[in-house]
């Protein structure tokens, strides 16, 4: 009966989360076919991270004016029903062309109530407000319908600053008035700006430009429409809204510092990490199994659990998760746990799936590399908390296997990079407090140390002074392991 009540009480949830929509409102770099030629707006892969319908809606060359008085916003406002998610991002064209009135341009200023007298193509004059003025009565407009509207900022051109190394350029006005659109109105801001310079600054300078054609810095070709997709989901599930619910496991894969890890390389990177697993979990699904048949004799893997196994590994309950390890540091301790139907079933330490992959991997000819989880943003004074049990068990999983392999030791790293660096500063690569954005990955992507023997690529035939790009030291720096 207990059973009955549940189903009957979860059915009319689960129609109704089938039948919301994903709304875009934007420009030509959200729009489809974007700017035209072979570019397109960042919308279209956006689709492939949701599993719910997503209405791309963007036109190009409009603005938060030219979208309002054109009826687009009014034209979104009946389509959407309650319980609809709208994302909003303007910015490029809201800009003046001149002396006389573009039709795009707002008046300039972060406020609601800001207005400017503009001068038309026939010489009359036209009272124009402020892009706060049309996005937020769009937004309230929204908000009675019972959708759920989010602001996004604009997205960043392909402009480069002229520093050693190159970043992208820092964001305008629009980006600020994004934010404040969303103090105001108390929506979900996602700094799509910010989210994707990030990716481009770890990407670099040379892989972003084949993003963009020679003769336009604005609208992205499809592999750079992919990246500044992912940024906004990452963006997105770095903070609150409740359309992070609808991401699906390709929107949560995405991305990872495993992207990034080839740019340092001088040989393929095949990226085999996936969201959500355990060692347990990846070893049950068979995919430690995969990497060992598709690896070959000389190959280099790198296995961390950093959000995937150790994150991960921990119970969260009475019953089994699917991902939890038999709790210890040993290759033999054992537990008996209960699954979801009531059956039991013997599960094994971390230790024990960590070293059978390892030492399979190595009958194969692989060199594979141990690494420690990252740390989450969680301080203990002037210094990032002492590490979980995982990290020690990843070093003893060194130890437990024929020959010891190389083991690196990256929560202490990236400790002692998040120390030197400082917590108000680290704070900002956790957005809403939790998940890490890219940049932050991007810093424990930098923080492996080049001392390894395994890791000769990185010193010797990787790029040279990639602890120097962040400033922070002149050399990679020693480790302490913690008692």
Same mark, same amino acid.
């Given at each position: 009966m207990r059973l009955t009540m549940k189903l009957l009480i979860s059915l009319p949830l689960l129609i109704t989360v089938s039948a919301q929509s994903l709304y875009l409102a934007?420009?030509?770099?959200?729009?489809?076919?974007? @700017? *035209?030629?072979? $570019?397109?707006?960042? *919308?279209?892969?956006?689709?492939?991270?949701?599993?719910?319908?997503?209405?791309?809606?963007?036109?190009g060359g409009t603005s938060a004016r030219s979208y309002s008085e054109q009826g687009r916003f009014s034209t979104l406002v009946n389509q959407v029903k309650k319980g609809d998610f709208v994302i909003i991002e303007f910015g490029h064209n809201d800009v003046s062309?001149?002396?006389?009135?573009?039709?795009?341009?707002?008046?300039? *200023?972060?406020?609601?109530?800001?207005t400017a007298t503009v001068t038309t193509t026939n010489g009359s004059s036209l009272l124009i407000h402020s892009f706060a003025y049309y996005i937020e009565n769009a937004v309230n407009a929204l908000k009675a319908k019972g959708a759920v509207p989010i602001i996004s900022s604009l997205t960043p051109d392909n402009i480069w600053t002229t520093t050693n190394p190159a970043v992208i350029a820092a964001g305008g006005r629009f980006v600020t008035y994004a934010h404040t659109v969303s103090v105001d109105t108390n929506i979900t801001y996602v700094d799509h700006y910010n &989210?994707?310079?990030?990716?481009?600054?770890?990407?670099?300078?040379?892989?972003?430009?084949?993003? +963009?054609?020679?003769?336009?810095?604005?609208?992205?070709?499809p592999a750079g429409a992919s990246v500044v997709a992912q940024a906004f989901v990452r963006g997105l599930l770095c903070g609150t809204s409740p359309l992070k619910n609808f991401v699906n496991a390709a929107g949560k894969a995405a991305p990872s510092w495993g992207q990034y890890l080839g740019q340092y390389l001088t040989i393929p990177v095949v990226n085999n990490a996936v969201a959500g697993r355990s060692a347990r979990s990846y070893?049950?699904? @068979?995919?430690?199994?995969?990497?060992?048949? $598709?690896?070959?004799?000389?190959?280099?893997?790198?296995?961390?659990?950093?959000?995937?196994?150790?994150h991960n590994d921990g119970s969260s309950g009475s019953v089994d998760n699917g991902r939890?390890?038999?709790?210890?540091?040993?290759?033999?301790?054992?537990?008996?746990?209960?699954?979801?139907?009531?059956?039991?079933?013997?599960?094994?330490?971390?230790? &024990? +799936?960590?070293?059978?992959?390892?030492?399979?991997?190595?009958? /194969? *000819?692989?060199?594979? =590399?141990?690494?420690?989880? $990252?740390?989450?943003?969680?301080?203990?004074?002037?210094?990032?908390?002492?590490?979980?049990?995982?990290?020690? +068990?990843? /070093?003893?999983?060194?130890?437990f296997v024929f020959l010891p392999i190389a083991y690196v030791d990256h929560y202490n790293y990236v400790a002692q990079a998040y120390k030197k660096i400082g917590q108000t500063t680290v704070t900002t690569y956790y957005p809403n407090g939790e998940s890490p954005d890219v940049f932050?990955?991007?810093?424990?992507?930098?923080?492996?140390?080049?001392?390894?023997?395994?890791?000769?690529?990185?010193?010797?035939?990787?790029?040279?002074? =990639?602890?120097?790009?962040?400033?922070?030291?002149?050399?990679?720096?020693? =480790?302490?392991?913690?008692?």
């Open positions: 934007g420009d030509s770099t959200m729009a489809v076919g974007g @700017g *035209g030629g072979s $570019t397109q707006g960042w *919308g279209v892969p956006l689709t492939q991270y949701f599993n719910i319908s997503v209405v791309n809606s963007a036109v062309a001149g002396a006389v009135d573009n039709g795009k341009q707002d008046a300039v *200023g972060d406020g609601y109530n800001i &989210y994707v310079a990030q990716a481009y600054n770890a990407l670099g300078q040379s892989t972003v430009a084949t993003f +963009y054609s020679s003769t336009d810095h604005l609208h992205t070709l070893t049950d699904e @068979g995919r430690f199994t995969t990497l060992i048949n $598709t690896a070959k004799s000389g190959d280099f893997v790198i296995i961390e659990n950093s959000r995937k196994f150790g939890q390890d038999a709790f210890g540091d040993s290759l033999t301790a054992t537990s008996t746990v209960t699954a979801s139907d009531g059956t039991t079933k013997v599960i094994h330490t971390f230790n &024990y +799936y960590m070293t059978n992959a390892v030492n399979s991997l190595k009958a /194969k *000819g692989a060199i594979p =590399i141990v690494s420690a989880q $990252t740390p989450d943003n969680i301080w203990s004074g002037s210094s990032i908390g002492a590490p979980p049990r995982f990290v020690p +068990y990843a /070093k003893e999983a060194t130890l932050r990955r991007q810093i424990i992507l930098i923080i492996f140390p080049r001392s390894y023997p395994y890791l000769a690529y990185w010193g010797q035939r990787g790029r040279p002074g =990639i602890c120097e790009r962040l400033a922070v030291w002149n050399e990679c720096p020693e =480790i302490t392991d913690f008692a």
